[in-house]
Every structure is written in C-alpha cells, then in structure tokens.
C-alpha cells in the first residue's frame, strides 16, 4: 500500500545526543501525527498537528508539520534509553486511513 | 488514564479456522478502527466505524469483517484463515468527527494471531 518516505532507517547515538527524522510524501496531508512503538506493544502517539507550518512540542520532543504539507520532522532532544524504540510519522487527508511511515529504529547507548 | 483494551492478547489458530478479536475503546470515544501490521512492516488500515456505522475501508480481506456494537466496542471476525493473517491486529479509537481532535488515533496493545 501507499507509504510514507521515513528517513533515516535507524539511528545510534549516545545518550544526550539529540536526534532528528523526517518524513516525506508525494501527496498533502491535512493532519501528521508522529507514535512510538516498542517491540509486541501497539503504537503510542506521541504528537499531533493540524496546520501547516506548525510547530508543536511534547517535552524533549518537537515535530513540525512542514509547509508544502508533504512533510514533517520529529525532533528528540536530549535523548535518554527509554527513548529506544521505533518512531513512525502518519499521514492523513480526509479519510479515517493513517498512512504511516515506514519507520525509524532509534537506539541510545549510555 | 484509561486506554484501549482488546482480547485476546495472544491466539494461536490453525489453517481455514476462525476467530473473533475484541475491542474497547477509550471511555467517550465513539470511533473504532482496525489496523494489520506484519513482521517488521508499519501498520495497514483495514476497516472504521463511528457510531456502529463502517465509516471507512481499507485492504481488508473478504474473509474478515466487522462490526461496532451500541456500547461502542468491536469485533473483527476473520474466518478461513491463512498462514499470511499472522500478524499483530491493533484497533484504535477517537473521539468522533465533531470533535477537533477526531484525527488523534490511540491504539491498544495488540492482539497477536498466529495461524498455523
């Protein structure tokens, strides 16, 4: 089925370090929601936004909806182990259907 | 605070038999949906309902359907299963459309189906 552009694949960083991934499609969303999904547990959202141009903030995290309505970024700050996990970007114009992303591994090494 | 709830949690099924999963969704939500995802795969939508009406559809096989009862909960029935309906079903739920955060999906932990 149609997916979002998820980039990067994963990442490995140490902790403390702050981290960035993006999405990217080929169609406008009218909403971006960003989740975290860890191994066997169903995806938690993490953040939701509504407009272009949007920048929202939950904690040490930041994401935007950018302004061609094609993309959106999710930024982590700070990062710390719990943070582990794999963070997927979802799409949505006019349907109930999420489109997700297909997805970033993230892993923090103390 | 309360989230999704669905059962089972795990079940193991053999070829060309069937099963019916369960979902509760978040108190004051009147939206369902149901999502597939495979081994390593991001979730695909299958199928929503508002107010115990199919609001949406999506790669959903003939041999599954669904429904939302008056209380809200759903059941997603799969019958004449395939080795390939193994996968983790989640469902989700939000408020309804009149509300400004009707697009805000929270999902359940999952129902694990492995079909051998």
């Known amino acids: 089925g149609q997916q979002l552009n998820q980039s990067p694949q994963s990442m490995f960083i140490q902790e403390g370090e702050d981290v960035s991934m993006n999405c990217t499609s080929s169609s406008i969303f009218n909403t971006w929601l960003w989740y975290k999904q860890e191994p066997g547990e169903g995806p938690v959202l993490l953040i939701a936004l509504y407009k272009a141009g949007e920048l929202t903030s939950n904690g040490r995290l930041t994401a935007q909806f950018g302004i061609t309505r094609k993309d959106s970024f999710l930024n982590i700050s700070a990062s710390i182990p719990s943070d582990v996990g794999i963070y997927f970007c979802a799409g949505l114009y006019n349907t109930d259907k999420l489109i997700f992303g297909t997805g970033t591994r993230l892993q923090v090494f103390p | 605070a309360a989230g999704v709830i669905q059962s089972p949690r795990h079940l193991i099924k053999e070829k060309r038999e069937t099963a019916t999963l369960k979902c509760y969704p978040i108190?004051?939500?009147?939206?369902v949906y149901w999502y597939q995802q495979g081994p390593g795969q991001d979730p695909q939508f299958l199928i929503s309902f508002y107010e115990k009406m199919q609001s949406d559809k999506g790669s959903i096989p003939d041999r599954f359907s669904a429904q939302q009862f008056s209380d809200y909960h759903s059941e997603l029935n799969m019958s004449s299963l395939e080795l390939g309906d193994s996968a983790l079903y989640f469902c989700?739920?939000?408020?309804?459309?009149?509300?400004?955060?009707?697009?805000?999906?929270?999902f359940g932990p999952g129902t694990r189906l492995t079909v051998l």
């Open positions: 108190p004051r939500h009147d939206t």
């Open positions: 989700a739920s939000s408020l309804g459309p009149h509300a400004p955060s009707y697009n805000e999906q929270f």
